[in-house]
């Protein structure tokens, strides 16, 4: 699962892979819901700032939002609240996670896993807007779509065995058009 990545890189870096926008940077933590810096499919090159926990546009409240921070790419077309969702790229510079150090996950060690050279990259998502029926206002909202663990994360990720689909260069834009990717997975990795 994905619950916690940051992301430091400047907007002079997003405005050297063409994207325009002021990017939020931060260390985000999942359960606080909070605004993370995309690109959707029908804006492609301009930053959008979508709310973290996917609300789907016929939820009756934003209560599901704390259920729907991770999506699993093998049910994407399954599940009501992610197969009508469009696709978004989550920027990030890192992502963490925990390695149980025992069977019950009483011991843990924490990572930080980047690409090689700690370049920005996104993460494959999805989103949809809820329109809040008290208040009228549209609020945007995303989900991080996880796969089965590869390569150094299932050593990491040794509980779930999931990770994020991470994406660099054209896959972004193939993810946003519905194509099929093949990610990449030869992370650089660090205890914290």
Known sequence: MCFHFKQSKSKKEFEANGIKGEPINGVYNGFSHPK????????????????????????????????????????????????????????????YEWKWLDAKGKRKQKYLIEYPESVLFGLAGLYDQWINKKTGEIIKTCSIVTTSAEGIMKEIHNSKLRMPVTLIDNQLSKWLNGEKIKFFSDYKVSAC
Do not use: H, M
């Not at 546009?57 to 049910?75: G, H, M």
């Open 36 to 95: 993370v810096s995309s690109i959707t499919d029908e804006n492609p090159n301009s930053l959008s700032d979508l709310q973290w926990g996917l609300i789907p546009s016929w939820a009756k409240s934003d209560d599901i939002k704390k259920y729907t921070l991770n999506a699993r790419e093998e049910t994407l077309d399954e599940k009501p609240s992610f197969k009508d969702a469009k696709r978004c790229v989550i920027f990030s510079d890192g992502f």
